[in-house]
């Protein structure tokens, strides 16, 4: 209904300053590199220079108010206010801007962002979760809903993505693109903007009734399909407005059902094994190899052979349901006095259930005994491509999952002119995502027999055959039942207030201060092994008799295997609700508040520096944290504390070196917060000596610093008279206090833990492997990025009517993590979530009444997680992907609207690696999508 078009916008700013409040004593002094010292050269010449004349007040025909008024009708009106909004911006900013109904052919909000220089986004059931900008992860990004700082998660069933993360990642596949009508970001930062986005803030608006004139009513309607779910479900969507004298009023709604399906096969990691249990047909050679020696003699103290785990088909469907709804109301009394009301609230479901097809021998492996095998040399692994095994555990894996998330966001907001001169601002929220999985159940089948397991095709999608009917129930019998729930609760609350002086034509001064408090609560629940290692209430030992609770699948494209009904299986062993307050898990469960007290200054000026304008800002702000964190220690609920504090300067400023060309240059300093669950109070002390982790302890950090940045942006912006751009852009920043695991060996009486945990015989000089987070490496980040938009007006006609959209972005940096792979060894390696180089181009042709969008979005490979207990891998993460979308538009008259589209249209595969040897840990495809909608505007 409000479609979102990602026409970009370029803005800079900047920031410098120093640590005042140091709370951890491994965190290292901050840098100043010495290019940030070119900050105060930078403001004096902008300032002082004797080139400088009065400001011309024409220099821009449009308010940013005024801006936003403008009617957007069409894709190209939509891309002209951007292009609009980009060039009068101070900070480096991209901004996407609603057409008045048809759009991209974008499932959510993460869809619509991806088409934003810079901007990448990872995918949940085919569509996208969350977004790195320039190569720093989600965590790194600040999101406001209308002016106020908010939070949102969902969460994944595949462990591989972080099932439950505990980040401060916005999730924004909880919202549907259609409940927006601008969205900016901004790639850095100006002292007016509240600290906490290291990479970008974006900032998400929704419609308001005074953007429109007078009753505005719209109803879109969509029905949508997937090659794998083969099932219609509708989307709908619903704006009413309507403004009367001083009051205007707007409602919108929007909802959808949508079933997905991701499949594949996945290993679930490589892990180097030896066996004896040999078959008699295999060549010496191979065994003495399989037994531990690579000259023919077998030592078995020695793991050569590289093993997948799991060898598993894996299936993953969802039913999903999304909600949205939100409302304004607008006041405006007098021509110097308005008032504003905005409610937004959202629901995001979904039922989930996954099945796997997997062995389950030493490890996770398929060894059993070992009939044939063959191996290749990976890097000096030695890494098994083919093998015939017999006498091996197999499983079938059943589990559901119900995933519902809430979220309203509630912003009262004014601004009262109280002169000629003096302006005062005001804004008052509060905001609440309440995640929970009240359902997170598992059943296993079990069944020994044979498999061929095959890489030497494709090395990242096996092909297995088994000497059984794999869909045959007498096959199976129950191996066992487990229990999961958990729940995360993010609270914000924000006040604000700025002062505003316009000193003259020239230039204004602001003030301003704010109070943000956020809270974070994590909880969670287990209990397993039921039918293995507990006993089941009904039915306790009967593992043979499945029929009542298992069936037949053919869900999977490449074979079919039996299954379990999670539900019937709990209920014929009297297991139905089984998990209560009694199954903590202690490592789950914690709550972090935050309480943040800041204010800041800005100076803003226009004038002209050699005949030609120039315009910026300089501004400093300050802020202070009190962190409070309850979690778990040993059974027992413990309370923690930390402070920290700093100041962050900015500076921006825009050259017009042409009517049609800008030179942007920024400076600034800024922070991001570890994430929550670094935070928390929660520690595990294992006493055990003999145990599998021996004298260890493993903790949060309440006294972390929060990461932070000074960043310098350098761009050049070229405007055609038409509608188009091209800009170039660099940024560099340079991080401090980067938060990394480390594990120490250190005496018990120095953790500060009570004595009362120690083992038999044990006493304060006990030494114990301490393992928390720490601040510690510092870094550097740099790259650049490419934008161009033309129309390719002067075309020969029809050709005329096309027109071109496309950005690059280039991005390196690097991070030092600590011991990699259990190896005690520090690697350094790409940050998490930064891919090299992003690409997004879009082909459009529109006439009055009809236009068509071929979209591409292509990511290069990333790291997901670095592995620092593991031997099994040094890093996970996703190889390069490319991906197609298509959409068509036909207008009948100037209310109805028909449209047509389709997403991932080549199936693109998402191949998860394992190793920086790149073996496989999971491919899964999520199939082609298709929409037909229509939408009347009355």
């Not at 939509?78 to 991209?104: C, G, M, N, T, Y």
């Not at 094994?273 to 295999?282: A, E, H, Q, S, Y």
């Not at 301003?512 to 039915?539: H, I």
């Not at 699948?553 to 299954?563: L, R």
Request: aromatic share 10%; hydrophobic share 35%.
């Amino acid at each position: 209904m409000f479609p979102i078009h990602a026409t970009h916008i370029t803005l800079q700013s900047a920031r410098a300053g120093r640590d005042t409040v140091p709370v951890d004593s491994t965190s290292p002094s901050p840098r100043v590199p010495n290019r940030w010292k070119l900050l105060p050269v930078l403001c004096a010449a902008a300032l002082c220079n004797p080139a400088f004349g009065s400001f011309d007040e024409d220099l821009f025909d449009l308010s940013l108010e005024e801006l936003l008024q403008v009617p957007v009708t069409s894709f190209r009106s939509s891309v002209v206010r951007a292009r609009d909004l980009k060039r009068a911006a101070l900070v480096q900013q991209d901004s996407i801007v609603s057409e008045d109904i048809s759009d991209f052919p974008d499932l959510n909000l993460a869809e619509t962002l991806q088409r934003v220089p810079g901007i990448a986004i990872s995918r949940e059931g085919g569509e996208g979760r969350q977004i790195t900008v320039r190569g720093l992860s989600a965590n790194f990004s600040r999101v406001t809903m209308n002016g106020m700082d908010v939070m949102a998660q969902s969460a994944t069933t595949l462990d591989s993505r972080n099932t439950l993360s505990t980040s401060r990642a916005f999730d924004f596949d909880v919202f549907s693109a259609d409940l927006f009508s601008r969205i900016s970001v901004n790639k850095s930062y100006s002292a007016d903007q509240q600290e906490g986005g290291i990479a970008a803030t974006l900032e998400l608006h929704t419609p308001q009734p005074f953007d429109f004139d007078g009753f505005k009513s719209n109803i879109s309607l969509k029905l949508g399909d997937n090659q794998y779910t083969s099932d219609q479900k509708p989307q709908m969507s619903l704006l009413v407005s309507n403004t009367w004298d001083k009051v205007g009023a707007l409602a919108t709604l929007s909802y959808s059902q949508r079933d997905t399906v991701e499949q594949g096969y996945s290993t679930t990691r490589w892990r180097t094994r030896t066996t004896t249990d040999i078959g008699p047909d295999l060549d010496p050679t191979t065994a003495a190899v399989l037994a531990g020696g690579l000259d023919g003699v077998p030592d078995t103290t020695a793991d050569n052979l590289w093993f997948a785990r799991h060898n598993r088909y894996s299936y993953w469907g969802i039913t999903q349901e999304r909600l949205g709804f939100s409302s304004s109301v607008q006041f405006k009394p007098s021509d110097t006095l308005a008032l504003n009301l905005n409610l937004f609230y959202g629901e995001f479901n979904n039922d989930k259930h996954e099945q796997h097809l997997a062995t389950n021998g030493s490890a996770g492996t398929a060894l059993g005994t070992v009939n044939a095998l063959e191996y290749l040399n990976n890097n000096g692994d030695l890494e098994v491509v083919y093998g015939e095994f017999s006498n091996v555990d197999l499983a079938s894996e059943s589990r559901i999952d119900q995933q519902n998330t809430e979220f309203y966001n509630l912003v009262a907001d004014g601004e009262w002119q109280l002169s000629d001169s003096i302006q005062l601002t005001g804004l008052l929220g509060k905001s609440r995502s309440n995640l929970q999985t009240p359902v997170s159940d598992k059943v296993y089948l079990k069944h020994t027999g044979s498999i061929t397991t095959d890489f030497r095709h494709d090395r990242f999608y096996g092909t297995n055959t088994y000497n059984f009917d794999t869909n045959d129930l007498s096959n199976w019998t129950l191996r066992e039942l487990d229990f999961h729930e958990n729940q995360k609760i993010s609270e914000l609350g924000q006040a604000k207030t700025t002062l505003k002086f316009d000193l003259d034509n020239q230039a204004s001064l602001e003030v301003g201060m704010a109070y943000l408090e956020f809270f974070r609560d994590s909880a969670g629940y287990m209990d397993n092994d039921y039918a293995r290692l507990q006993p089941t209430p009904l039915n306790n030992g009967v593992v043979d008799n499945i029929h009542s609770f298992t069936a037949p699948s053919g869900q999977h494209k490449d074979i079919d295997w039996v299954i379990a009904s999670v539900k019937n299986t709990q209920r014929f062993y009297g297991l139905d609700g089984q998990v209560d307050a009694s199954n903590l898990t202690e490592a789950e469960t914690f709550d972090v508040s935050e309480h943040t007290r800041s204010a800041y200054a800005q100076y803003t000026w226009g004038n002209r520096l050699f005949d030609r304008t120039l315009r910026g800002n300089i501004g400093l702000r300050y802020f202070q944290t009190q962190v409070t964190t309850h979690g778990m220690l040993q059974a027992t609920r413990i309370r923690r504390s930390g402070e920290y504090s700093d100041f962050l300067p900015t500076a921006n400023l825009v050259w017009s070196l042409k009517d049609d060309t800008l030179i942007r240059a920024s400076a600034s300093r800024n922070i991001t917060r570890p994430d929550t669950e670094r935070l928390s109070a929660s520690a595990i002390i294992r006493n055990d000596p003999d145990g599998p982790s021996g004298l260890s302890i493993q903790a949060g950090n309440p006294n972390l610093r929060p990461i932070s940045t000074t960043s310098l942006d350098l761009a050049l912006e070229h405007y055609f008279n038409d509608i188009g751009y091209l800009s170039v852009s660099l940024f560099s920043k340079a991080l401090d206090h980067f938060v990394v695991d480390e594990t120490v060996l250190i005496p018990y009486g120095e953790t500060g833990y009570p004595l009362a945990f120690l083992g038999d015989g044990q006493n304060t000089n006990t030494q114990y492997a301490y393992a928390r987070p720490v601040n510690g490496d510092s870094t550097d980040f740099h790259g650049m990025e490419f934008s161009f938009h033309r129309d390719l007006d002067f075309l020969p006609a029809p050709f005329n009517h096309f027109g071109i959209i496309t950005n690059y972005t280039l991005a390196r940096g690097t991070a030092t993590y600590r011991n990699v792979q259990a190896s005690s060894e520090n690697q350094t390696k790409d940050f998490i979530g930064l891919s090299r180089n992003a690409a997004n181009a879009t082909l459009y042709y529109e006439r009055n009444n009809w236009g068509a969008r071929l979209s591409s979005n292509y990511r290069d490979r990333y790291i997901l997680n670095v592995e620092g207990g593991l031997a099994d891998e040094d890093e996970r993460g996703y190889h390069a992907s490319t991906r197609w979308d298509f959409s068509a538009f036909y207008k009948w008259n100037d209310q109805l609207k028909f449209t047509l589209e389709g997403t991932n249209l080549t199936n693109q595969r998402e191949e998860l690696y394992t190793d920086s040897n790149d073996r496989l840990y999971g491919t899964t495809y999520s199939g082609r999508s298709y929409f037909v909608g229509l939408s009347y505007t009355f």
